[in-house]
Structure formats: structure tokens, C-alpha cells
């Protein structure tokens, strides 16, 4: 299919992005890398007026450190988080997570940002938002403001961003000691996870804190399993801490059936995979 008719314009900086949002309003659309949205408008889901293209604003890209925090431009690509060294030495699993995201050419023009912004619930960073506290600055014309994983992603591809907004960066809290494990299922490479989580833990003696555990694929957004977590908070990952944290699963969790998968394989693999990130962690 060929997508509806729509303007273009590129911006050439965060101003004048934002001048074109406010002058468009919900006509109006960000691209960066297009690997989601071009999809939906060939498919006719998504029929803007217009696109508005930001993906040349250099100020935008980019991972640095910044005190106790890394701070990942949005328009980043998910192959540069994928060979970064300060990833790889201070949030490996975030590193690991870019090598399964989709395949070479996606991971070459994909970004972060993008996928924060459309909270696609079988995406892995909106997930890893969730799992490492991550908070997000956006911009409008009206401001700036900062705000947190927690209680961003509202339901099926619907965020807590404006429709004048732009996400701008994306913070990563640099907790010492903290540990942290990726897994997802897939049917076979490239393919989108069947089930997939994230989890982030500290250390008090051989016991797990500050557990963290974030699903993707499984429902209608990226979701924090709190029942498996307070399973777990000063748990050892024991045998026992583990098995309640997977029975939790089933109110932490309302997985969505797809052309291959029930709604009870999707909770059953959850649990697998949990079991395996938690071996991980206490290992």
C-alpha cells in the first residue's frame, strides 16, 4: 500500500521542531528514524499531515556521562548504544538488549527516542525504561520538563508526552552495585519477543534489593511485575522466592494472544524467563 497524502519538513533544530508542532498541532508528526513509522504509513494506521523530520538535529544525539546518570540523545541509534564503551562498562545489559533489537539495518537508523515515544508494548526500551528508572527530558515551546519511567507509558502506544512535546534524552540512573539481566524469547532472530524482561537488583549480603522487574510483549505496554517484585525484595533468588514471584505473575501481567501464541503460553514463558534472569542476578 502507498501511505495518504502528507507535507514534509525538515527542522533543523529543536526550535524550529517545536515552532512546526505548535503551527501543525495533531496533524503533525515526528520522524527520527522511521523504522516504526513508515511501516504504519504504508499501511494507512497512522495518516498525518504532516511529517515533521528532526532526525539531522545533532544536538539531539549522543551518550555521555553526566554525574550519576548516562544521558542517551534521543535520536541515538540503537546500534551506537549497541558498541558503545561506557554502555558496554556501565549498563552492559542495555548493550546486550541493542543486539536483539530487530536486525543490522533497523538497528542502523532505529532510535531510542523513537521507540520510547510510540511505546510499542513488544519494543525493549520502553521495558528497560521501567527496569532502570529511567527519567526522559522533554521539550515544547511552553518549557522544558523531566519525567519519570514510572507512570510514562499509559496504554497501547499512548505516552504522558504532549502532542507539542519532544523527547529530547533519555536519563539513566548509575547506581552502584547494581545488577542487572536481559532475556527475551523470540521464535527465531529479528522476530519480535514472545516474552521479554528485564531485571535490576542491588546487594545486601548474599539478599536481593531494589528489585526491579519489567515485561515487554506481553501486554498492552511495557509493565513493572510488582507482585514478582516484592516476591523477590530480600530474597536470596531462591527456589521458593522465585516460584512466588512467578505465581505473582499472573496479576502483574495480562498478556494479549497473538497468531502463535495463547494468552497462557505468553504468562508460562514469562515465568520461565524470570526464573532464569533471577538465576542470573544471584549468581
Known amino acids: 500500500m502507498k501511505p495518504h497524502p502528507f507535507a514534509y519538513r525538515r527542522a533543523d533544530s529543536l526550535a524550529a521542531a517545536c515552532a512546526m508542532l505548535d503551527a501543525h498541532g495533531s496533524g503533525a508528526r515526528l520522524l527520527a528514524g522511521g523504522q516504526s513509522l513508515i511501516p504504519s504509513l504504508n499501511l494507512r494506521l497512522s495518516q498525518p499531515e504532516i511529517l515533521i523530520d528532526i532526525s539531522r538535529i545533532a544536538t539531539l544525539r549522543g551518550i555521555r556521562i553526566d554525574g550519576d546518570e548516562m544521558v542517551i540523545g534521543a535520536l541515538t541509534r540503537h546500534a551506537d548504544i549497541e558498541t ?24 542502523n537508523r532505529g532510535t531510542i527516542g523513537g521507540s520510547i515515544a510510540l511505546a510499542d508494548p513488544a519494543a525493549e526500551w520502553p521495558a528497560a525504561a521501567l527496569a532502570f528508572a529511567m527519567r526522559f527530558d522533554v521539550v515544547s515551546s511552553r518549557g522544558e520538563r523531566r519525567l519519570e519511567a514510572d507512570g510514562f507509558f499509559k496504554g497501547l502506544y499512548e505516552t504522558a508526552l504532549a502532542p507539542d512535546e ?74 521458593a522466592a522465585v516460584a512466588s514471584a512467578k505465581s505473582a505473575l499472573e496479576a502483574d501481567l495480562d498478556p494479549i494472544a497473538d497468531l502463535t501464541n495463547s494468552r497462557a503460553t505468553k504468562l508460562h514463558l514469562s515465568g520461565v524467563l524470570l526464573a532464569r534472569l533471577v538465576k542470573r542476578l544471584a549468581a
Open 84 to 107: 558503545s564503551a561506557d554502555v558496554a562498562r556501565h549498563l552492559p545489559a542495555l548493550a546486550e538488549a541493542a543486539r536483539q533489537i530487530a536486525h543490522p539495518a533497523i538497528r
Open 166 to 239: 519532544v523527547l529530547t534524552a533519555v536519563r539513566v540512573p548509575l547506581v552502584a552495585g547494581r545488577r542487572a539481566a536481559f532475556g527475551e524469547l523470540v521464535r527465531r532472530s529479528g522476530d519480535y519477543a514472545i516474552a521479554g524482561a528485564f531485571v535490576t537488583a542491588g546487594r545486601k549480603g548474599a539478599n536481593l534489593i531494589s528489585v526491579r522487574v519489567a515485561y515487554f510483549g506481553t501486554s498492552d505496554r511495557a509493565r513493572l511485575a510488582r507482585g514478582a517484585m516484592a516476591a523477590l525484595e530480600g530474597s536470596s533468588g531462591d527456589e
